[in-house]
């Protein structure tokens, strides 16, 4: 019993020294590698959007419905502009993954196939399923890119908390 705790002790400290000396270099968890946080903040946020009412509609002079003004209020929360490309979910995930996007939305499920190829938020809303079911609506931002993903979560959480 005293074995396990001198390892358990040991370990918290091990972990405390390493956590200590990445902020000493000025290292951030969560980080964005390609620093899509700190360029969107204060810029442009490149969203795409392929439709799926009510979530998502196009045709007018900017997008609208739920997501696209879920969207406007994290991209004004962050002191940014949004500038829309509109296309199918396939054609926006490759923007997405060669950085031309920062973020892709459209009624997008929870049990989307793009998993390996975008990061996924946390589901932020239930949506019905053409077959009836109900499904999480999640977002999609570059892989890789926490910062951004956990600032967009915040503030999905936020949002969909004073809604429901």
């Not at 964005?32 to 946020?45: N, Q």
């Not at 973020?103 to 793009?114: E, F, K, Q």
């Amino acid at each position: 019993m005293v074995k396990r705790w001198g390892r358990a002790l040991a370990s918290g400290a091990a972990a405390s020294l390493v956590v200590g000396a990445l902020a000493g270099c000025g290292i951030t968890i969560p980080a964005d590698p390609d620093g899509t946080l700190e360029r969107v903040s204060g810029g442009v946020l490149e969203a795409g959007v392929t439709p799926n009412p009510p979530h998502a509609e196009t045709g007018g002079t900017h997008p609208t419905g739920t997501e696209p003004a879920l969207v406007t209020s994290f991209a004004e929360s962050i002191g940014a502009r949004v500038e829309w490309t509109e296309g199918s979910e396939e054609q926006l995930v490759g923007l997405l993954e060669a950085g031309e996007l920062d973020l892709v939305i459209g009624g997008i499920s929870d049990a989307t196939p793009w998993v390996d190829r975008a990061a996924v938020t946390r589901s932020y809303a239930q949506a019905v399923q053409p077959d009836g079911s109900t499904a999480g609506l999640v977002m999609l931002a570059p892989l890789g890119e926490n910062a951004f993903l956990t600032a967009l979560e915040r503030h999905l959480d936020a949002e969909t908390a004073v809604a429901q």
